[in-house]
């Protein structure tokens, strides 16, 4: 049922390639670990603030979204076996009258590109700001839970 859902959803966006579901190609300014080692650092951007005068591009995996109202979201990132967090709001949008349908497109599993700003939650969490967000391939298989599976081999041969 997934499966046919998700299939049906790509196939819609195939017929209206509103967004193109297969672009042709994305421009990657650095991969998530890099990311996270250029920015991540204490001191390199204060809680709270976002580097304005930079812009990055990343690619990865959504693996979770998180909505806070109707022009908030928050996505996690995975790619290289790092995350990093998105937060997508209404204000730093590239086209504001677009914000609510173009993100109803993304769902988890999905292979997104993303431009934002680097930036700092308050709480401390590097996260990038979204200005714009590009779906690159379509998930259709449901994403195993995090829990999925043993990790330690002896205790798989032992069970």
């Known amino acids: 049922q997934y499966y046919e859902l998700h299939?049906?959803?790509v196939q819609e966006l195939r017929q209206t390639l509103q967004p193109n579901s297969y672009p042709h190609k994305f421009h990657v300014s650095?991969?998530?670990?890099l990311y996270i080692e250029k920015y991540g650092m204490p001191g390199k951007i204060e809680n709270g603030k976002?580097?304005?005068d930079t812009t990055e591009c990343l690619a990865g995996r959504i693996h979770n979204i998180r909505a806070s109202g109707s022009n908030l979201l928050f996505y996690d990132l995975h790619g290289e076996g790092k995350k990093v967090q998105i937060m997508a709001q209404l204000q730093d949008a590239k086209d504001p009258e677009s914000f609510q349908s173009t993100h109803s497109h993304f769902r988890c599993g999905d292979i997104v590109g993303v431009k934002g700003t680097p930036s700092r939650m308050?709480?401390?969490e590097l996260s990038i700001s979204l200005s714009?967000?590009?779906l690159l391939?379509?998930?259709?298989?449901q994403l195993p839970s995090a829990h999925f599976g043993l990790k330690e081999q002896e205790t798989w041969y032992h069970k």
């Open 30 to 33: 650095s991969s998530i670990p």
């Open 132 to 134: 714009e967000m590009t």
């Open 137 to 141: 391939a379509p998930n259709l298989h």
């Open 7 to 9: 299939s049906r959803h």
């Open 122 to 124: 308050k709480k401390g």
């Open 50 to 52: 976002q580097l304005a």
